[in-house]
Nanobody, 121 residues
Framework: QVQLAESGGGLVQPGGSLRLSCAAS????????MIWYRRPPGKERELVAV????????NYADSVKGRFTISRDNNKNTVYLQMNSLKPEDTAVYYC??????????????WGQGTQVTVSS
């Protein structure tokens, strides 16, 4: 069965750091770009960071540039999000997404269950 399992969330003070992990199974991990999304309380889901299949390219939302780093280890089927200099507005449920474009009109997406990150004094 396809599974994406996020971990590493929790409580942290402003200015602190957390590292999120997402362990993938049930599909060929290296064939998928990996994306971190988040949903702040009461708000819409937003894209946070993207990493390409081999890890050669990354992209970030303007709100996290310079503070967050996405990486992946294809030998471990795991994608990471290192979050530094955390701010209260980073508080959200963070979701791991596997994305693949296919030869046809659609695309493939797999989603994790999410992990809570709370930044507060």
């Amino acid at each position: 069965q396809v599974q994406l399992a996020e971990s590493g969330g929790g409580l942290v003070q402003p200015g602190g750091s957390l590292r999120l992990s997402c362990a993938a199974s049930g599909f060929t991990f290296s064939n998928y770009a990996m994306i971190w999304y988040r949903r702040p309380p009461g708000k819409e889901r937003e894209l946070v960071a993207v990493i390409t299949k081999a890890g050669g390219n990354t992209n970030y939302a303007d709100s996290v540039k310079g503070r967050f780093t996405i990486s992946r280890d294809n030998n471990k089927n795991t994608v990471y999000l290192q979050m530094n200099s955390l701010k209260p507005e980073d508080t959200a449920v963070y979701y791991c997404n596997a994305h693949r474009s296919v030869l046809g009109p659609g695309e493939i997406d797999y989603w994790g269950q999410g992990t809570q990150v709370t930044v507060s004094s």
